[in-house]
């Protein structure tokens, strides 16, 4: 007999013994019905037994033994321990039609949001055709679906080797993609830092040295297909992939680029340490005073935290700028702009978790900036409200601050970006009621976060016109809003951005020490979201109205004095990576951040210095061309050996033309009248000496 029905009719004599033992305790209480249904239990089981039996046809009728086999009991088997990983606050839920819903509203998750961390990933998140599924059908992946499950491979210990680890970055077709395993990467090495906390480390391999020696060959002869040759080489070459990506980038082939990124994409994954796993949370047990917690639990983040380099010089005078790991983070972040370019902004959104889970507390590539924005393109406003909330509480500067600085310490209070968003999300994901901003009192906009959605949504709004009132101009500038309009009878825009409080005095009230990151990450997210703001702004503007009419009431003082508080505040975030900021940075694929561009120049070009003739002093390494300036004037420019170009745009000021055209005037006129004085000087020196000389002859 199958061992499935030996089990099968074990379970209905155990619920039948059952039945029999809970009877025989209350004999009293037995009666002929339930001696009918027992008796009909024990004929379904065997009836169960029997049909089971004549189905397989495979063992014949049962015999004595196989009932002294049934009557025997099981051995109780050893359940193994099975680790429970955390599920992301949100579950991506595909549709069908294409529509674009609000994913976050269909599933209910069991856990409470407190338990689980604000970076949360999911390996399906991360696949580029669960995507495009989810976007354009079932039709449209077909094609890759056989790929894609051949590619799979057998569950096991995550990171051992390449081929028993499931890629969750890429997905490689076998039969067009046999991509072996990358030999010229920098190695990833994991270590516990001095908090016990799970790190990881980039070091140089002897293989990766010796391709990076000839790709800084190849690359100072500035010659694209002697590039193309290398890369044929050496398929695998992280650097020379980044080069070559970032030529097709400027010359607008973002298809070619994606493929060379995808590709070096790869090749970062294949240097992933066994123990690199963005899935599964460390959470260590909470035995000491004052350890980090939240709520009732520890706090969990992914394991993929790297150690970022100092900002102490090495001897070279670089400032870690030769840590292989620069390169890794450009790929990874070269990635989330291709993929948000594609339109997949939900695995664009994973991929900037990734790099915030990487990098945090600091944030040298600028991702905060993307955040909001892919969150609100993919519908995931739960998301965005709990990484708003939780974020700065998963960091570890979060114990040192005061309690009375801990509500000022949330995203929406310290990013501008972030304050607008978070309002917006409220917005798309219902229009709050008009009538319900009347209700609002100070204290619930300052304060209150226990509201109903739509006072909720308008708290919101209103705090982010408080705190960050200079991001109006630019946001409807972006979203084609003409300052003259007037939504309703009330004031313009004009009228309440020149004489309206808290806008004419903006300024007098700006953060005391990151007033200029605010700046630029303002108009950032201006040419970022601006748009998305166009059919809302009717709220911006009611907003602005009820302000004004605050700052005209007995409340004026109240809200001056907590505008001080808040110029004074701490954060928990390092904002001097954000003062780098362009506005540029805003758009669709943007330049790499400044870090980036520093670090990959000095690992293709080592800084070669050259002394002069007679001092033996160095030359300043201060950029003094900026890439604004005519190409023309960049050449001549270029032919001085004191010359050194500024990538980023920031430091150096741009020449133009008419520059050149007026320092010449100037210079020659000054040099005209210099001159000028000097022959009148000497013609009135000269008569001066002829005519002491004609005394003197006299």
Known sequence: MPRKHLRKLRELLNEVAAAESSASKSPEETSDSDVGERTQARAAGFGALARSDSESNSDGPMCAEALAEVARPEKAKPKARKKKREEPLVAQVSDASGAATDSDSDRI????????????????????????????????SERRAGAVRNQRG???PEGKTLHHRRLFLTELDPQLEPWPKPDTIASMVAFRDETGRLSFDFIETQSSKRSLETLQAVVRQEDPELLQRYLARSPFSLDGLLVMAEYHRRQGDYEQAQQLIRRAVYTVECSFAPDF????AERGKAKKRGEKRFGNYP??????????PSDEKDESGAVGLAWPGWSCLRALWLHMHALAGQGMHRSALEMSKLLLSMTLPRDPLHVLLWVDHLCLRSH?????????????????SWQSLQPEKKPFAKLEIAFPNFAYSVALAGIL???????????LTLEQILFVEDLDEDLLTFARLMRALLYFPACVRPLLEEAGVPTSASPSSSSSWFDLLTSSKPF????????SEHALAHGRISAAYAKLCGKLWRNDAC????????????HDSVFAEDIARHRTQWANASFCFEMIDYQDVLPDDGLANPSAPICLERAFTARLHPEVRTERFSEGSWFSDVPNMSIYSPPLLLFFHSLLPWSVLDRTGVTAQPIFWKDIVYKASTTAWSTAWSTAWSIKDATSTLCHWCRSKLFANE
């Open 539 to 550: 709220l911006l503007h009611a907003c602005a109205v009820r302000w004004a009419q605050l």
């Open 277 to 280: 796993s963005p899935f599964e």
């Open 299 to 308: 706090i969990s983040s992914p394991q993929v935290r790297l150690r970022l």
């Open 504 to 511: 004419v005095d903006a300024v007098r009230f700006q953060h």
């Open 380 to 396: 995931q406003y739960r998301t965005l409200h709990h990484l708003s909330l939780s974020l700065a509480q998963s960091l570890e």
């Open 429 to 439: 994901q219902k229009r709050p009621n008009m009538s319900a901003l009347n209700q």
């Open 109 to 140: 998750q069991e856990k409470s949001e407190s338990q689980i961390s604000p970076l949360a990933m999911r390996r399906g998140d991360f696949s580029v055709a669960a995507e495009r599924e989810r976007l354009l059908g079932r039709v449209f």
């Open 154 to 156: 057998p569950r096991g």
